[in-house]
């Protein structure tokens, strides 16, 4: 018996679903529906101006949003952990945090009148980590931000900080203006894994300390720990959970590394590893006995002590993949907005010092309808909790579940993917297929550009490894790989960077041509900038000891840099270096457009040359002949090799009656090479030397041989062709 036509329908869907989730699996592990499903869509550029009108017309609606939450992100941090994806600097200067802090008061400033009936049900101060600012720039910070976002009398406000910056102090402000939860990352407890990743500056000591300033004010605790990173295997977890618990915070998450992790440094000596979604299981009965229970989805494990059990009114933390209507402003670089049922938003990494401007376009927006939000909703719900509640859909949307989603659900029962229970539809094989369900609930819309995302994730793994293959001077095993990568991308980032590898010879120009690219999928381009600053540095160094007289070192320098980057500047600079090559033919050899080494040591010693020889030829015009040549001799010390110096010497010694001597600096120029406009006055002097050493033949060959030269100008030519004839006649001298 065949299966309906809409039975095989939907058995297809299942099984492209399935496909999916292993690609997204491989490409992107940490993704999920709940979290960004929407960003494969298309966006389209935000100013504060656009966001706050979008705000206005949302919350003059009726049917408010179930839950309205502030994130501000403080974008600094004491150092910048490795593994870390979210937008913030290390070790910023004072001047930028205090730019950054006038900023957010502008902005906060702006976006007050919108939200001023508006009350808050949560706050999260996030980053990075706010606890690096000093206490009284918290202090006016948080007097800001509740002036323009008022939060309710029992709202949950939560700051983010660090064991290596917390203070007595700095908590007692955020006491002060009502805060009542933190959140803190540990990590792990392991000083080789905390070394890997530039942590190792963090004890359990610590730890301790910042537990004991935070509970002693009687802040509701979180503490995050990491998995996967490098030597953290599972007995690892095991030891820093169990390390965690025995302090006693009263809720512990651990997340796996996100999708975008920087690349970290190789794992020695890992323990066994498990698959994220098996952790809670691992870790469940080893946390029982220690009185906290374990919860988890995709992207965490969530071990809640028994014995701080939440009183039944605390408020809701704050959380920005709440599945109801959801309502959340933003502030900084990198946060997420969210206007329930009309626009999903993220703001861009601009600089922190930025001035505010309400009409620049710092953010991107995604356009969401009923529909967006309702998918929205399903995945979240099914992707945390297992199951979608039919009367809480109801009472979110103000329709019937089966109304909206029957036919999807309906396949879903039949596949055996969910079952009704209780008034909800209940994942029946969790944990088995990862997000297939979720994926079959968004729609083909979404499930059609998250296979795009997979093809430009692929296509940037494919360039990541070219670069290194390049970077390594394989060149034609490089091209192979961006090859292949722009037949996943051909229009998109790979394209576009196989367009540029094939015409931009040097490494700089092709760190500018695909720089903009950098955000896009996961493209690593930190080896390439490396390579460009170690080039740049070679040759700047060369140059300066090549003006210091340390001529031989600085070939080193430039034979190094021309083999790192063959088609860059090093070669021509190396080039220009053998033999007896002048400071002038340096300066020629690096004076392309676009050239980044610092040249200054090489035209600080041009100029000094200038005016030596500017000097040594008004004094040999004054009748200072023995004074003109102690200057040029000077210059030639400062360069050997010097055209203007050698031809004033020669010049001067043919004048004072020794053309031997001249005729030998003239050589001596001839060696180090001469520029093709300078050839004319070079032979015109060689060959008056020649002349009074009674060479006049040789003077005679060397004239006929620059007059064959048809780029002659025509001056030079007439003046040339005179002196030849009267060479000829016996009258030239």
């Known amino acids: 018996m065949k299966p309906a036509r809409g039975a095989s329908t939907a058995l297809r869907t299942w099984l492209a679903c399935g496909e999916l989730d292993r690609l997204l699996a491989r490409a992107e592990p940490s993704w999920s529906p709940a979290e960004n499903f929407y960003y494969p869509l298309s966006c389209e550029p935000l100013s504060p101006r656009n966001i706050a009108g979008e705000w206005r017309q949302a919350l003059a609606r009726p049917g408010a949003a179930a839950m309205t939450s502030l994130y501000v992100h403080i974008p600094f941090c004491p150092a910048k952990c490795r593994y870390c994806v979210y937008y ?7 001047s930028e945090v205090a730019a950054y802090l006038s900023r957010l008061d502008a902005e906060a400033s702006f976006y007050a009148p919108v939200f001023a009936k508006t009350r808050f049900d949560a706050w999260s101060i996030g980053g990075g980590t706010p606890t690096v600012l000093d206490p009284a720039d918290l202090d006016r910070l948080l007097l ?3 002036a323009s976002f008022l939060p309710k009398e029992a709202a949950s406000l939560e700051f983010e900080t660090s064991p290596a910056t917390i203070t007595a102090e700095k908590a007692d402000v955020f006491r002060g203006h009502g805060f009542n939860r933190v959140s803190f990352g540990v990590q792990s407890f392991s000083k080789p894994v905390l070394s890997a990743v530039d942590r190792g500056y963090q004890s359990p000591e610590h730890v301790q300390l910042c537990m004991a300033v935070l509970r002693d004010r009687g802040f509701r605790i979180n503490m995050d720990l990491l998995y996967g990173l490098p030597g953290g295997g599972l007995a690892e977890t095991r030891a820093s959970a169990g390390q965690a618990m025995k302090l006693g915070p009263d809720s512990i998450v651990i997340y796996p590394l996100s999708a975008g992790t920087p690349a970290l440094p190789a794992s020695r000596g890992k323990g066994t590893q498990v698959p994220f979604s098996c952790l809670a299981q691992e870790l469940s009965e080893f946390a029982d006995r220690m009185d906290y229970a374990v919860e988890s989805d995709w992207f965490s494990v969530r071990l809640h002590n028994r014995r701080l059990l939440r009183p039944p009114q605390a408020p809701a933390a ?5 599945p109801g209507r959801l309502a959340m402003m933003c502030l900084g670089p990198t ?16 600089a922190p010092g930025t001035v505010f401007d309400p009409a620049a376009p710092v953010s991107s927006g995604w356009r969401l309808g009923p529909g967006d939000e309702m998918r929205m909703h399903l995945t979240r719900s099914l992707s945390r909790t297992g199951r979608i509640d039919h009367a809480e859909f109801e009472r979110l949307f103000g329709e019937s579940l089966r109304k909206r989603f029957g036919p999807d659900l309906a396949a879903l029962e039949r596949l055996g993917v969910l079952s009704v229970k209780h008034g909800s539809h ?13 994926l079959f609930l968004l729609g083909e819309r979404i499930r059609g550009k998250l296979l795009e995302r997979v093809h430009l994730l692929g296509a940037a793994d494919l360039v990541n490894a070219g670069l290194k293959l390049l970077l390594a001077g394989r060149r034609e095993q490089a091209f192979a790989e961006f090859n292949k990568a722009a037949g996943l991308d051909p229009r998109g980032m790979a394209g576009a960077v196989w367009k540029a590898v094939r015409s931009e010879p040097d490494l700089a120009s092709l760190w500018n041509s695909v720089e903009v690219h950098s955000a896009a999928g996961r493209l690593e381009l930190g080896s390439l900038k490396d390579a460009v600053e ?16 340390r001529r031989s070192r600085a070939k080193e320098l430039f034979l190094t840099a021309a083999r790192l980057d063959p088609g860059g500047p090093g070669p021509r600079l190396l080039a220009a270096s053998q033999g007896r090559g002048s400071l002038q033919a340096l300066a020629d050899a690096a004076g392309a457009p676009g050239f980044l080494a610092d040249l200054s040591p090489l035209l600080t010693a041009l100029a000094k040359l200038r005016l030596i020889n500017r000097e040594g030829v008004r004094l040999f015009n004054a009748g200072e002949p023995a004074a003109a040549r102690k200057l040029f001799e000077a210059g030639l010390k400062l360069d050997p090799d010097d055209r203007n110096c050698l031809m004033s010497l020669g010049a001067l010694a043919c004048r004072q ?11 001596r120029l001839a060696k180090a090479g001469l520029k093709k406009d300078s050839l004319a006055d070079w032979a015109g002097a060689r060959c008056l030397a020649l002349e009074r050493l009674g060479r006049v033949a040789e003077a005679r060959k060397q004239v006929s041989a620059v007059l064959a030269d048809p780029s002659l100008p025509r001056a030079r030519r007439k003046e040339l062709s005179d002196y030849l004839s009267r060479l000829s006649a016996g009258k030239a001298a």
């Open 144 to 146: 800001r931000l509740q």
């Open 318 to 322: 704050y959380d920005d993949l709440y």
């Open 88 to 94: 913030s600097k290390g070790g910023a200067p004072r």
């Open 657 to 667: 009656g020794r053309p031997a001597e001249a005729l030998a600096l003239y050589d």
């Open 335 to 350: 946060s997420r907005g969210h206007i329930h049922d009309r626009l999903a938003y993220r703001h861009d990494s601009y």
């Open 534 to 549: 170690r080039v740049r540095a070679l040759l700047s160094q060369g140059i300066r000891l090549y003006a210091g007289g």
């Open 426 to 438: 209940v994942r029946s094989r969790a944990k088995t297929s990862r997000h297939a369900p979720e």
